[in-house]
């Protein structure tokens, strides 16, 4: 390498280093979201345990709790969300339109979504897959006795083609009975127009518990069709936004992970020795410059919803109402496949 070219790497590399240390520029939808002060987060119409209003208008969920993780950490409030109400026809094109910032709704991350639609799938907050619910007076035990029979589901889903395509590879010959909107599917089944509902395993227990008159005459089957990764999705083009939501998301599963509870939020940013812990509070180090935020981000994200554990219980979990297990959805180190990219 000649004198001169290696003054032209020394330079590279010194602006290389400089860029890296830069503090973020805040990207398009947050300065949007900063003018009005809110974040608009499209959610499922009526989801138990994932997005619900309840009689005053207020929602709570899974889904809604990642929005208002999102608010605290770029708003420094988690109530600072609209919450629109989405079919699964309108969800995509709220989003691609500008109509909300995020679409947080049971959505299941796949190919064609992620390629094709102008959107990204940020990172995964619940692994779910397709499943059957059946009276219990059927006697049917298994998806395999559903061959000619009648099955309930909701159009412009992948639940519909999972079904399509589990029917024709096991030779069912299922007779789909199609709904445009969930109300009206999940009404038909429980009114005995089909044999069988299908949707997600987690939106069967809720539909179970929300809406059967008695949850003990319907059983969900064993048997799961398919693989459902579900999160939020943001529109291509903003960078800045896109890591934001992500980033917000591992930190949820860093903190349970850590320990670092909506209890112990602020002992630990005074008190706490552990490198990584301070790295997640802001209290050794400033990761919000690197995200157009503040360094305490993540504290007022998890002191709002509590850690990705404790969402998790509060909305499904074992002594929520839908009494859903953790198993997928336990961390990486206890089994399951909830595994952060690591906030450093």
Known sequence: MTMKQAKLAAVVV??????????AH????????????????????????????DSNGKWTGLDVDVCRAIAAAVLNDGEKVKYVPLNAQARFTALQS????????????????????????????YYDGQGFMVPVKSKIKSAKQLK?????????????????????????GVKPVVFEKVEAATGAYFAGRCIAYTTDASGLASVRNKEAKNPDEHV??????????????????????????????????????YGITSANVDDLKTNS??????RILGSTEDTGKLLGLDKEWMARAVKTTGNYGEIF???VGPNSPLKLPRGANNLWNKGGQMYAFPVR
Not at 239 to 249: G, Q, S, T
Request: net charge negative; hydrophobic share 40%.
């Open 26 to 53: 805040a990207g398009k939808t947050l300065d949007g979201i900063k003018a009005r002060g809110q974040v608009i987060c499209g959610v499922n119409t009526g989801l138990a345990g994932f997005s619900a209003a």
């Open 98 to 125: 500008g109509e909300i910032d995020i679409l947080s709704r049971n959505t299941t991350f796949t190919l064609t979504r992620d390629a094709s639609l102008g959107m990204h799938q940020t990172a995964v907050t």
């Open 313 to 315: 219980e509060r909305n």
């Open 220 to 257: 969900i089957l064993p048997e799961l069709i398919s693989k459902e990764p579900l999160g939020p999705m943001v529109r291509r083009g903003d960078d800045e936004w896109f890591a934001m939501v992500k980033w917000v998301i591992y930190g949820l599963l860093e903190a349970e992970e």
């Open 148 to 172: 000619g029979q009648t099955v309930c589901v909701q159009s412009g889903t992948t639940t519909e083609k999972n079904l399509t395509d589990y029917s024709k590879a096991a030779g069912l």
């Open 14 to 23: 010194a602006s290389l280093g400089a860029l890296l240390a830069a503090p």
């Open 273 to 278: 020795k552990d490198p990584v812990i301070g």
